[in-house]
Every structure is written in structure tokens, then in C-alpha cells.
């Protein structure tokens, strides 16, 4: 079964990071040349410092989307079940499903005549519909 990851999923996870990545760097030299702007008085450093909180800011908001968004697909599991049916008789018997059975298969005598017993349909159980959530 499937483990529910993909390639391109992953793909745009790194580059996700890693624009988040650029964008915290760019944020926090912009905030160093305002704060150096600001202790030597020299004009535009409102701008640096205005630049780096904003970047933090869109990169915080940026991780919280995807924290937010991040959606864990299960494997979905459904109750298979054999029926099995004598020949003789047509005695029935449901049980669970097995590896390698199949329909017209042979699977033992039949406890009320002795006959032989033949898996006449493999399926799931209805009820509650199998979902991702």
C-alpha cells in the first residue's frame, strides 16, 4: 500500500523552506542595517527596519499556513470478507479474508455434509463509507 507521499508534495515542501529560509535572512540583514543605520543617525533606516519585522512577519504567517495546512493521508481500510458456499448442500460461511483466496477455489468440507466447500464471492462489507477524514 501506498504511504501517502509523493514526490512533488515533498518537491514543494523543500522549496517552500527554503524560500522561507531567504526570505528570514534578507529580514534580519535588513533589520541589522537599520539598527546600525539608526545608532549612527544616518537617514533610510526606518526603511531596513520597517523591511526586516515586515519579512518576519510574512515569514511567520508563511509558516503558519503551512503548518495549518499540512493533511496526513491515511491508508483507507476496508473489511473484506470470503463467502464460501458447500456444493451439496449450499450451506454458507462468511469469514475473513485471506491471502491468496479467489472465487471457485476450493476451501474445505462443509461441517453439515461433508461436501466440498467453494469461495463463491470475495467483497467489503457496507456500512460506514471509508473516508480520508
Known amino acids: 500500500m501506498s504511504t501517502g507521499k509523493r514526490k512533488l508534495g515533498t518537491g514543494l515542501f523543500v522549496l517552500f523552506l527554503l524560500a522561507m529560509a531567504f ?3 534578507i529580514s534580519v540583514s535588513s ?47 476496508f473489511n473484506v470478507v470470503t463467502l464460501t458456499e458447500c456444493e451439496k448442500c449450499g450451506f454458507r460461511n462468511i469469514r475473513k479474508f485471506e491471502s491468496g483466496d479467489y472465487v471457485l477455489k476450493t476451501h474445505g468440507d462443509c461441517p453439515k455434509c461433508d461436501g466440498q466447500m467453494v469461495i463463491s464471492s470475495i467483497y467489503h462489507e457496507e456500512g460506514q463509507t471509508p473516508g480520508l477524514f
Open 23 to 25: 526570505l528570514i535572512v
Open 31 to 77: 533589520l541589522y542595517f537599520g539598527y546600525n543605520g539608526y545608532i549612527r543617525e544616518e537617514e533610510g533606516y526606518l526603511i531596513y527596519l520597517i523591511t526586516g519585522v515586515f519579512g518576519l512577519m510574512l515569514a511567520a504567517y508563511g509558516a503558519n499556513q503551512m503548518r495549518s495546512h499540512i493533511v496526513v493521508i491515511q491508508p483507507i481500510e
